[in-house]
Structure formats: C-alpha cells, structure tokens
C-alpha cells in the first residue's frame, strides 16, 4: 500500500543520546516535512524539504537536523536529545508539482514516532 | 503572520446531534488554502479537505460540510447527525506564503460523540 512509513514506532531516549527518526514514502512527492504534535499546541513545523537535495527551517528547527539525499527519504536526527523534545513527531510528504509560490499542495502524514527523553 | 485559532478546544455531543468545529485564520495574502484534518485516537492524521481562497463555495460530503467565509476570515467544519466514530481531534491548517509548501495548524479541537 504506498504510503509514508516512520519508525521506530515509538522510542524511551537517555538525555544526551543521539536519534534519528526515519521517514519514508514510495507516492515520489517532491516536499516532505517533519512535525511535532504536543498537547493543546496544535502540530508544529521543524524543518522541511520542497525537493531532494534541499531543505529548509520550520517554526521549531533548534536541537534537530534534516538531510535529502533522495527523493524518497527524510530522516530527522535529534544531536543531542533533551526533555523537552519529548513529543510525537510527525512526517508528511506533498506532491508539490508546482513552483508556484501561491500554490499549496495537500500534505499526506505518516502514522508518527511517539519519543520520550528520559 | 499567519495564525489559525481553534477556540474550541473540546466539544462534547450526544450522538446524532449537529456539531460544528470553529477555524478563524489571519493572513495578510490574497492567495491561500484551508485545510481540515482528522486525528482519531488511533493517531494517524488524515486528510479531510483543501479550499482555496479563490473558492468560497460551501462544500459538502456526505454528513460533512464545510463554510468558509473570507469576510470573517472563517473556515468551520459542520458534521451532521453525528457519530461515535467522528470522535477525534479535528485541525484546521493554512498555508504559508513564506514558504509555498508549509502549513500553519491551529491548536485542534477535541470533539467526542457519547452514545
């Protein structure tokens, strides 16, 4: 079934530890985006990429890292994790087929990584 | 900036009842999209609708429908005669201009339909 796929499903993290969240989608849409969804905060935005080899900073990018090696994957790396990244994180990806600034494309979302920081 | 208020943060019915989720949004573009999504307690978001500003026709399907008024800078989602498997947490988005693919999300509203 295509789709945006995300692991690990959830994850307990050691303050200090390094992690990388992976996101995958096989629907070959040129933005993916990473969210994180925290209670009574609605989902916020920490960093996407409008195509592969490009990408760019959300709302929320401090304490996290993003590459675009290929069109189909967008891996999040959090250097460093802390507490306060404690949170559900979401991937999304958009066809995006258009250069046009005014123009926005439906985002279709992965089924998430729960994390906690310890 | 762009800013999208869910004032409601809970809604609680009794099934087969109207239920109707506020989206106030702020934009200083003459272009945009809405969008509604759906989170059921499974967790997974799921894609609802997409309106442009251009198109300020209601929009309905099945026992959805949607109302968006750009005088009062409103997009307010109407289930009608409701259902326990509409309990979720609905979120309204808007576009970015600053970046043409990116999505503001208001705060999202909890609505729960009781048998």
């Known amino acids: 079934i295509a789709g945006i796929t995300q692991a690990p499903t959830s994850q307990i993290l050691a303050a200090g530890r390094r992690m990388t969240l992976r996101c995958t989608q096989d629907?070959?849409?040129?933005?993916m985006y990473w969210y994180r969804q925290d209670l009574g905060l609605g989902l916020r935005l920490i960093h996407y990429?409008?195509?592969?080899?490009?990408?760019g900073k959300g709302e929320v990018p401090d304490g996290y890292s993003v590459s675009r090696a290929n069109t189909d994957d967008f891996p999040l790396t959090l250097a460093s994790a802390v507490p306060s990244q404690t949170s559900v994180y979401f991937c999304?990806?958009?066809?995006?087929?258009?250069?046009?600034?005014?123009?926005?494309?439906?985002?279709?979302f992965g089924p998430g990584t729960r994390l906690t920081v310890l | 900036a762009q800013k999208v208020t869910q004032a409601q943060t809970e809604i609680s019915v009794v099934e087969k009842e109207d239920v109707t989720l506020d989206c106030v949004y702020e934009t200083r573009d003459t272009t945009y999209y809405l969008f509604w999504y759906k989170q059921p307690p499974s967790g997974e978001l799921v894609f609802l609708i997409r309106?442009?500003?251009?198109?300020?026709q209601n929009e309905i399907s099945g026992r959805y429908s949607w109302n968006f008024q750009k005088s009062t800078s409103s997009f307010n989602f109407t289930i009608t005669a409701s259902q326990v498997v509409d309990s979720a947490v609905y979120f309204c988005a808007l576009s970015d201009p600053q970046g043409a693919q990116k999505l503001v999300f208001g705060q999202g509203t909890r609505l729960t339909i009781n048998p």
């Open positions: 990429s409008n195509t592969a080899g490009t990408t």
């Open positions: 999304a990806s958009s066809a995006a087929v258009t250069s046009g600034r005014a123009f926005t494309d439906t985002q279709y």
């Open positions: 309106r442009n500003s251009f198109d300020e």
């Open positions: 629907m070959r849409h040129n933005a």
